[in-house]
């Protein structure tokens, strides 16, 4: 059973999403305060965290910052605000994924589901072990460093970094990217993966403008260069 802990200053929201998740089988948390779900989250294992953004003591962006200094749970913000540079912001964050409301709480339900599915399946893929005299990355720790040191990587940065490496050399499209990482019944937009990539970059490249390790292919994807 996979712990979910929902930080939601609309009291009727929460209720009717913890119903909807603890009928799938899920142990469900709820507060209505930003502050309070940081206490709440660092007292029990948690694997998902569904974050409104709009709470009456910080802001969801602030509590997601806070989280990221020191977890990579997955990450679900929910908020009114729909613009293309607010869902970039929220990835840029720290979040997985960006529901705007309002929203269908069997929506909700079904993606996470998707999520829980998606871990399942990779779970059993923990062979992966890339290292060179700058960067390594071990799929079973879960763990990035560069040069020695552990860099945070969301869940979602993890996978985009584990599939290129599992197909190194091999140019993937953002849809097939996002078929790997994400499944197929992922309903995103495209600018996801390239977000995510810039995210990626920013923690592993020595020169960002000059990759090393991720490749842009014009017209075509991304691929992994490095070598071991």
Avoid at 126 to 151: A, C, I, P, Q, T
């Amino acid at each position: 059973m996979s712990n979910i802990l929902i930080i939601e200053d609309e009291k009727s929201v929460s209720e009717v999403l913890k119903a909807y998740l603890e009928k799938e089988g899920y142990k469900v948390c709820c507060t209505t305060k930003g502050l309070k779900g940081i206490e709440i989250f660092k007292s029990m294992d948690f694997s998902l965290i569904i974050l409104d953004l709009m709470l009456p003591d910080i802001s969801g962006e602030e509590v997601c910052k806070k989280i990221r200094q020191f977890s990579n749970v997955h990450i679900f913000m929910l908020t009114a605000k729909a613009s293309l540079n607010d869902r970039i912001e929220g990835l840029n964050i720290g979040s997985d994924e960006y529901l705007v409301k309002p929203f269908s709480p069997r929506e909700l339900t079904a993606r996470v589901n998707a999520l829980f599915r998606r871990l399942n399946t990779k779970a059993t893929n923990l062979d992966l072990l890339f290292y060179d005299e700058r960067l390594s990355v071990d799929y079973d720790k879960r763990e990035v460093k560069v040069n020695g040191e552990e860099v945070s990587f969301t869940p979602n940065e993890f996978d985009i970094l584990y599939v290129l490496i599992s197909n190194k050399g091999k140019v993937l499209s953002r849809e097939q990217l996002i078929n790997k990482v994400f499944g197929i019944d992922f309903d995103g937009y495209d600018r996801t993966i390239d977000v995510h990539i810039k995210n990626i970059r920013k923690k592993i490249e020595l020169d960002t403008k000059n990759p090393k390790y991720i490749v842009t292919v014009m017209k075509v994807g991304y691929k992994f260069g490095g070598e071991n």
